[in-house]
């Protein structure tokens, strides 16, 4: 990827009237997304967030066209749990998700199990995880993911980057870990924005009237910092929100009609 010295791209905002309208226009843009990285690169790299995110992602159940055996999927956040913990992302991500689908387990690549009481160790592994899907760390690289998917919610939150959060300024790591995220649980491990800002391509899907008021916030007074309008993918990445209306009821900021 060149970043040299343009801005970055604007977002394009999609709203959508219907829940079932978003979750098919989510998956379109998916396979799309999936379908030019194959073509190039021969596998599809995306990053998935826990939440509301997994059950966004229904449309991709049942549908012939997605090459689960091409995907590498990573978490772009994670709780400090076992993986079958009620709190796991990998575990919502599972039961709505890859439990329905024919994805290869070795795809998944999950947070280490057996490291949960050293959260040094825990992040590093994952950081390796990264590395080697990536190739090797410089200072002057960062993985780039074909797609990250993300959330955020009624704080203003992403990924497990939190308002006035010390990781909020991380720039050399890739993963990192907290202790006191205000959301429970405390002790999580989050992807950091070089890498978030480093994808082809993030998405965000955010739902409901409870996003409202944060979301006019995000696209209307980015100047505010908030974890979410800090995503703003180098160049040439794009960044896209897909939002129902009611969530985007207060926004200023230009809607554009669905279209690949
Ligand atoms: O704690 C988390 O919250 C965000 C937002 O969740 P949502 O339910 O409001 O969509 C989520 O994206 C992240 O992965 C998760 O760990």
């Known amino acids: 990827m060149t970043v040299g010295h343009h801005a970055p ?3 394009t905002l999609f709203s959508f009237s219907s829940p079932d309208s978003l979750v098919l226009s989510l998956a379109e843009f998916v396979l799309n997304a999936q379908k030019e990285a194959i073509t190039k690169k ?3 790299a995306i990053a998935l967030s826990g939440g509301s995110l997994p059950k966004q992602l229904r449309g991709l159940i049942d ?6 055996d091409k995907w590498q999927v990573f978490y772009v956040d994670e709780r400090v749990v076992p993986l079958d913990h009620e709190d796991s992302n990998h575990r919502a991500c599972t039961e709505l998700l890859f439990s329905k689908v024919p994805i290869p387990e ?3 690549h999950t947070i280490d199990p057996t490291l949960l009481d050293d959260l040094d160790e ?5 950081e390796q995880a990264l590395i080697g899907e990536f190739a090797q760390k410089d200072a002057a690289r960062f993985p780039v993911f074909d797609l990250i998917l993300l959330g955020m919610g009624p704080d203003g939150h992403t990924a497990s980057l939190f308002p006035g959060h010390e990781l909020l300024a991380e720039n050399s790591r ?4 907290l202790e006191d995220s205000p959301k ?5 491990l989050t992807f950091t924005y070089p890498v978030i800002n480093h994808a082809a391509r993030v998405a965000f899907a955010a739902t409901g009237k409870e996003k409202a008021e944060i979301l006019a916030k995000v696209f209307d007074d980015p100047e505010a910092g908030l974890p979410a309008s800090r995503v703003r993918p180098a160049y040439p990445g794009q960044l896209y929100w897909f939002v129902d209306d009611a969530a985007s009821a207060s926004v200023q900021f230009q809607k554009t009609p669905f279209k690949l």
């Open 9 to 11: 791209n604007p977002p």
């Open 42 to 44: 021969g596998r599809f």
């Open 63 to 68: 549908n012939p066209a997605v090459k689960w």
């Open 106 to 108: 070795g795809n998944i």
């Open 122 to 126: 825990l992040s590093d592994a994952y």
């Open 174 to 177: 890739w993963v990192a870990y």
């Open 184 to 188: 429970p649980p405390s002790k999580r």
